[in-house]
Protein backbone atom coordinates (compact mmCIF):
# COMPACT_ATOMS: atom_id res chain seq x y z
CA UNK A 1 0.00 0.00 0.00
CA UNK A 2 2.65 2.40 0.71
CA UNK A 3 4.30 2.04 -2.17
CA UNK A 4 1.30 2.24 -4.10
CA UNK A 5 0.67 5.84 -2.52
CA UNK A 6 4.87 6.72 -3.46
CA UNK A 7 4.38 5.65 -7.06
CA UNK A 8 0.87 7.85 -6.97
CA UNK A 9 2.53 10.89 -5.48
CA UNK A 10 5.24 10.92 -8.84
CA UNK A 11 3.07 10.47 -11.32
CA UNK A 12 3.49 12.96 -13.69
CA UNK A 13 1.29 15.63 -14.66
CA UNK A 14 -1.74 15.43 -17.04
CA UNK A 15 -1.47 16.32 -20.61
CA UNK A 16 -3.50 19.00 -20.22
CA UNK A 17 -3.07 21.31 -16.51
CA UNK A 18 -2.84 24.64 -15.24
CA UNK A 19 -1.06 25.34 -11.82
CA UNK A 20 -0.16 27.94 -9.31
CA UNK A 21 -1.04 30.38 -6.79
CA UNK A 22 -2.75 32.34 -9.83
CA UNK A 23 -5.36 29.62 -10.01
CA UNK A 24 -6.80 29.95 -6.34
CA UNK A 25 -7.29 33.70 -6.77
CA UNK A 26 -8.65 33.58 -10.55
CA UNK A 27 -10.78 30.84 -11.48
CA UNK A 28 -9.52 29.46 -14.35
CA UNK A 29 -11.66 25.62 -14.59
CA UNK A 30 -11.06 24.46 -17.80
CA UNK A 31 -12.43 21.22 -19.99
CA UNK A 32 -10.82 21.53 -22.96
CA UNK A 33 -8.03 22.65 -24.82
CA UNK A 34 -7.54 24.12 -28.13
CA UNK A 35 -5.03 25.10 -30.34
CA UNK A 36 -5.29 27.69 -33.43
CA UNK A 37 -2.45 28.81 -35.93
CA UNK A 38 -3.92 32.65 -36.73
CA UNK A 39 -1.33 34.17 -40.01
CA UNK A 40 -0.16 36.20 -36.98
CA UNK A 41 -0.40 34.28 -33.93
CA UNK A 42 -0.18 30.83 -32.08
CA UNK A 43 -3.15 30.81 -29.84
CA UNK A 44 -3.56 27.96 -26.91
CA UNK A 45 -6.76 27.89 -25.44
CA UNK A 46 -7.93 26.58 -22.17
CA UNK A 47 -11.55 26.04 -22.73
CA UNK A 48 -14.81 25.21 -20.28
CA UNK A 49 -18.21 24.42 -20.74
CA UNK A 50 -21.16 22.76 -19.47
CA UNK A 51 -24.80 22.20 -19.70
CA UNK A 52 -26.02 25.66 -18.97
CA UNK A 53 -22.46 27.32 -19.76
CA UNK A 54 -21.17 27.91 -23.39
CA UNK A 55 -18.06 27.56 -24.75
CA UNK A 56 -15.74 30.32 -22.85
CA UNK A 57 -12.28 30.98 -23.38
CA UNK A 58 -10.69 30.70 -19.85
CA UNK A 59 -7.13 31.33 -20.52
CA UNK A 60 -5.24 32.23 -23.60
CA UNK A 61 -1.69 31.87 -24.25
CA UNK A 62 -0.47 33.54 -27.33
CA UNK A 63 2.56 33.59 -29.60
CA UNK A 64 2.44 36.82 -32.18
CA UNK A 65 4.70 36.56 -35.30
CA UNK A 66 7.38 33.89 -34.27
CA UNK A 67 9.10 31.36 -36.20
CA UNK A 68 7.57 28.31 -34.82
CA UNK A 69 9.30 24.99 -34.26
CA UNK A 70 9.00 21.93 -32.04
CA UNK A 71 11.68 22.20 -28.70
CA UNK A 72 11.94 25.82 -29.08
CA UNK A 73 11.60 28.01 -25.81
CA UNK A 74 9.89 32.09 -26.39
CA UNK A 75 9.63 34.66 -24.27
CA UNK A 76 5.90 35.82 -23.31
CA UNK A 77 6.65 39.09 -22.74
CA UNK A 78 8.70 40.04 -26.09
CA UNK A 79 6.31 37.90 -28.46
CA UNK A 80 3.60 36.70 -26.61
CA UNK A 81 0.89 37.17 -23.78
CA UNK A 82 -1.12 35.43 -20.99
CA UNK A 83 -4.67 36.54 -20.63
CA UNK A 84 -8.29 35.66 -20.74
CA UNK A 85 -11.60 37.88 -21.50
CA UNK A 86 -12.74 39.97 -19.24
CA UNK A 87 -16.40 37.94 -19.60
CA UNK A 88 -14.79 35.58 -17.75
CA UNK A 89 -14.45 37.09 -14.48
CA UNK A 90 -12.24 40.39 -14.96
CA UNK A 91 -8.90 40.98 -17.14
CA UNK A 92 -5.68 39.00 -15.32
CA UNK A 93 -2.70 41.47 -13.63
CA UNK A 94 -0.07 42.68 -15.32
CA UNK A 95 2.86 39.78 -16.32
CA UNK A 96 6.38 40.59 -15.54
CA UNK A 97 7.82 36.97 -16.49
CA UNK A 98 6.83 34.07 -18.94
CA UNK A 99 7.58 31.77 -21.38
CA UNK A 100 6.34 29.08 -23.46
CA UNK A 101 8.34 26.12 -24.77
CA UNK A 102 7.07 24.05 -27.91
CA UNK A 103 7.90 20.78 -27.79
CA UNK A 104 5.65 19.07 -30.59
CA UNK A 105 4.86 21.57 -33.34
CA UNK A 106 4.16 21.05 -37.09
CA UNK A 107 2.24 23.90 -38.91
CA UNK A 108 -0.42 21.60 -40.51
CA UNK A 109 -3.78 21.56 -39.51
CA UNK A 110 -4.67 18.44 -37.66
CA UNK A 111 -1.28 17.86 -36.54
CA UNK A 112 -0.37 17.10 -32.63
CA UNK A 113 1.11 20.07 -30.31
CA UNK A 114 2.60 19.82 -27.38
CA UNK A 115 4.45 22.15 -24.90
CA UNK A 116 4.09 23.86 -21.10
CA UNK A 117 4.37 27.55 -20.06
CA UNK A 118 5.10 29.81 -16.59
CA UNK A 119 4.45 32.59 -16.04
CA UNK A 120 4.71 35.37 -13.05
CA UNK A 121 1.74 38.06 -12.78
CA UNK A 122 2.03 41.14 -10.51
CA UNK A 123 -1.30 42.71 -9.18
CA UNK A 124 -1.83 46.12 -7.73
CA UNK A 125 -1.14 45.52 -4.66
CA UNK A 126 2.28 43.94 -5.35
CA UNK A 127 1.58 40.59 -4.60
CA UNK A 128 3.41 38.03 -7.30
CA UNK A 129 1.10 35.00 -8.78
CA UNK A 130 2.27 32.22 -10.21
CA UNK A 131 0.89 30.22 -13.49
CA UNK A 132 2.39 27.54 -14.77
CA UNK A 133 0.46 25.13 -17.59
CA UNK A 134 1.18 21.99 -20.32
CA UNK A 135 -0.99 21.51 -23.28
CA UNK A 136 -1.42 18.55 -25.71
CA UNK A 137 -4.14 19.06 -28.35
CA UNK A 138 -4.20 19.52 -32.51
CA UNK A 139 -3.42 22.13 -33.99
CA UNK A 140 -6.27 24.40 -36.04
CA UNK A 141 -4.88 26.67 -38.66
CA UNK A 142 -7.47 29.40 -39.06
CA UNK A 143 -8.05 31.73 -42.35
CA UNK A 144 -9.23 34.91 -41.81
Do not use: H, K
Amino acid sequence: MLLWMVLVGCAEDPDNFLRGSMTTTYGLEFNDVRSRLYDSELSIEYLYSDDETPETVTLRVTLDNAQLASNTVYDLLSMGNVGRSDVYGGALPDMNEGELTLELFEETDGSDISGRFQARFVTPDETQLALRGAFLTTLERVEL
